[in-house]
T-cell receptor, first 117, second 109 residues
Framework: GAVVSQHPSWVICKSGTSVKIECRSLDFQATTMFWYRQFPKQSLMLMATSNEGSKATYEQGVEKDKFLINHASLTLSTLTVTSAHPEDSSFYIC?????????????FGPGTRLTVL | AQRVTQPEKLLSVFKGAPVELKCNYSYSGSPELFWYVQYSRQRLQLLLRHISRESIKGFTADLNKGETSFHLKKPFAQEEDSAMYYCALGAGGGNKLTFGTGTQLKVEL
């Protein structure tokens, strides 16, 4: 149990276009989802915390208008990279925590590799 | 602000040798510490957390508040232990995780 999927697993886009990444909890309800960014050979950096039905909370230095997060249901959160540029190329990872279990751990998705040309 | 330090980027040991992956943290509140593992081409997965006080795959980790450390240990390394290990600190009501930079463990035959 507690499986998180991401779609797509990789995407290549042109500079200036927008890209949407989906994060789904397949067998549980996730009241909280997290979005991370990972650069090559570096650690995961938390971008934002997403709570179902409310606005996401962004970490310092993360542009809200650049990285749009929507958590419309208990099993789906989306990250849209708007007007993508080459510097947005990275590995984006989401995680989800089960609802009603405040001490539960985070379950991670497999990640999405974004390459902006 | 919270911070997690993993001083070793790469740790290479022989099969059967003891392993210790170091992790130090900085946090003014009451911390919750985790070790996550990422095997080649797989997603990040929880290895253990300090509140569980359990041994997973032969690994243990003890929270030392005096030294602000949470080192991961295993008495006898196995080839299948080769992976990337991340130490993480959970803080705040939403249990946001702050990750260390990771240590690549390589177990050689």
């Amino acid at each position: 149990g507690a499986v998180v999927s991401q779609h797509p697993s990789w995407v290549i886009c042109k500079s200036g276009t927008s890209v949407k990444i989906e994060c789904r909890s397949l067998d549980f309800q996730a009241t909280t989802m997290f979005w991370y960014r990972q650069f090559p050979k570096q650690s995961l950096m938390l971008m934002a915390t997403s709570n179902e039905g409310s606005k996401a909370t962004y970490e310092q230095g993360v542009e809200k208008d650049k990285f749009l997060i929507n958590h419309a249901s208990l099993t789906l959160s989306t990250l849209t990279v708007t007007s993508a540029h080459p510097e947005d190329s990275s590995f984006y990872i989401c995680s989800a925590r089960r609802g009603g279990v405040s001490t539960d751990t985070q379950y991670f998705g497999p990640g999405t590799r974004l390459t902006v040309l | 602000a919270q911070r997690v330090t993993q001083p070793e980027k790469l740790l290479s040991v022989f099969k059967g040798a003891p392993v210790e992956l170091k992790c130090n943290y900085s946090y003014s509140g009451s911390p919750e510490l985790f070790w996550y593992v990422q095997y080649s081409r797989q997603r990040l997965q929880l290895l253990l957390r300090h509140i569980s006080r359990e041994s997973i795959k032969g690994f243990t980790a003890d929270l030392n508040k005096g030294e602000t450390s949470f080192h991961l240990k295993k008495p006898f390394a196995q080839e299948e232990d080769s992976a990337m290990y991340y130490c993480a600190l959970g803080a705040g009501g939403g249990n946001k995780l702050t990750f260390g930079t990771g240590t690549q463990l390589k177990v050689e035959l």
